[in-house]
């Protein structure tokens, strides 16, 4: 089956510094999506991202965050400058038609922690 | 305020149980989805509904849009199927809403 994946698995980083997590969506998808998981609460919503522009954002993803697909494959999350609350498992999903029309297709996770 | 309610929040069930998983929610959908999140934290999509029945395998997911109820069930469980399972529905706009989910141990 086709895979989403996303690098680095890991990442520690220390508070105010940016880092950028990545996304390779299956390659013929059409929609991304981030989700956070902080350790031991729900998953929540970040970002949806259709035809090289933000759809919908959460209350969570303000001027720190920023989404892009610079080279037509990669799928990035960038936080501008990491605060300790934004250490979360950090999941990318894709779909090919929309996540009303079918199911979602989730990366493995980066978890981040920041010092 | 929680949009998505699900309950219970843990279950524990001897092997070939059936087993259900409630999930309410609160505000306007277009879909809703059940997914899985394994000991290790990778998700798993199950089933996007939007409306009826669907069944894959021992997996059964009902939604009734009327009431703003689905239900998850598992025959036959086994060890597994131990994992967590999560309700989340989305609007048109692309928005999320997560459930806390519903963490299972099926026993031998």
């Known amino acids: 089956e086709p895979e989403v994946t996303q690098t680095p698995s890991h990442q520690v980083t220390q508070m105010g510094q940016e880092v950028i997590l990545r996304c390779v969506p299956i390659s013929n998808h059409l929609y991304f999506y981030w989700y956070r998981q902080i350790l031991g609460q729900k998953v929540e919503f970040l970002v949806s991202f259709y035809n090289n522009e933000i759809s919908e954002k959460s209350e969570i993803f303000d001027d720190q965050f920023s989404v892009e697909r610079p080279d037509g494959s990669n799928f990035t999350l960038k936080i501008r400058s990491t605060k300790l609350e934004d250490s979360a498992m950090y999941f990318c999903a894709t779909t090919g038609r929309g996540n009303i029309k079918e199911k979602l297709f989730f990366g493995s996770g980066t978890q981040l922690s920041v010092l | 305020k929680n949009e998505v309610e699900q309950s219970p929040q843990n279950l524990t069930a001897q092997e070939g149980e059936f087993i259900t998983i409630n999930c309410s929610y609160s505000?306007?959908?277009?879909?809703l989805h059940w997914l899985q999140q394994h000991p290790g934290g990778g998700i798993v999509s199950l089933f996007m509904?939007?409306?009826g029945k669907k069944k894959h395998g021992r997996l059964i997911a009902t939604i009734n849009i009327q009431e703003k109820h689905s239900s998850l069930h598992i025959t036959a469980s086994h060890p597994r199927d131990s994992a967590v399972y999560i309700c989340a529905v989305t609007n048109t706009g692309n928005q999320f809403y997560f459930g806390t989910g519903t963490s299972l141990t099926v026993i031998p």
């Open positions: 505000v306007g959908i277009s879909a």
């Open positions: 509904l939007s409306s």
